[in-house]
T-cell receptor
Framework: ELKVEQNPLFLSMQEGKNYTIYCNYS?????LYWYRQDPGKSLESLFV?????AVKQEGRLMASLDTKARLSTLHITAAVHDLSATYFC???????????FGEGTQLTVNP | NAGVTQTPKFRVLKTGQSMTLLCAQD?????MYWYRQDPGMGLRLIHY???????AKGEVPDGYNVSRLKKQNFLLGLESAAPSQTSVYFC??????????????FGDGTRLSIL
């Protein structure tokens, strides 16, 4: 059974600070996705990571994938209030687009 | 530019009632999915479809049925609603696995309360 674990589950940080969200998964996979969800809203795709060593960056967010360690990280640089949201990682273990989601990390960026 | 559209957006049911949630996508995607989201548990896959006329069970299928009579539509049915089915339901769609650089696209959700 595939398990996907994120930590931390809750993160409160100050504007301008850096932090990393971790996503560990239990079964071999080389496809990992990061999504953002604002309260009461849908899920928005942030990154698609398809191979070991993949690194993608968009603005203040950077995601990486280490398939050997079964670990993905989402790094936040110089956080701003607009980044406040819940972030989910999701792993595809079936090569058939079935995703297993982590519990989500609720990020609050304080002024 | 609708993407994935879910109806209704909100619904309150009494225990034992039945209802159908509709999902429609206009991206010509082969794959469609139904998830439920509960506090602290992320999203869990209920059922999914890999093409018109096909359906398959996900992680939490009990108490739900689905149908995919047309490629663009995926229906989720609750046969006899129970309070444990109170949740937010999301529909998603995606292209073929070979095009896995594309993520799943999600609808806005249906907030369902069972009294």
């Amino acid at each position: 059974e595939l398990k996907v674990e994120q930590n931390p589950l809750f993160l409160s940080m100050q504007e301008g600070k850096n932090y990393t969200i971790y996503c560990n998964y239990s079964t071999t996979s080389d496809r990992l996705y990061w999504y953002r969800q604002d309260p009461g809203k849908s899920l928005e795709s942030l990154f698609v990571l398809l191979s070991n060593g993949a690194v993608k960056q968009e603005g203040r967010l950077m995601a990486s994938l280490d398939t050997k360690a079964r670990l993905s990280t989402l790094h936040i640089t110089a956080a701003v209030h607009d980044l406040s949201a819940t972030y989910f990682c999701a792993v595809d273990m079936t090569s058939g687009s079935r995703l297993t989601f982590g519990e989500g990390t609720q990020l609050t960026v304080n002024p | 530019n609708a993407g994935v559209t879910q109806t209704p957006k909100f619904r309150v049911l009494k225990t034992g009632q039945s209802m159908t949630l509709l999902c429609a996508q206009d991206m010509n995607h082969e794959y469609m999915y139904w998830y439920r989201q509960d506090p602290g548990m992320g999203l869990r896959l209920i059922h999914y479809s890999v093409g018109e006329g096909t359906t398959a069970k996900g992680e939490v299928p009990d108490g739900y049925n689905v149908s995919r009579l047309k490629k663009q539509n995926f229906l989720l049915g609750l046969e006899s609603a129970a309070p444990s089915q109170t949740s937010v339901y999301f529909c998603a769609s995606s292209s073929l696995p070979q095009a896995s650089n594309q993520p799943q696209h999600f609808g806005d959700g249906t907030r369902l309360s069972i009294l």
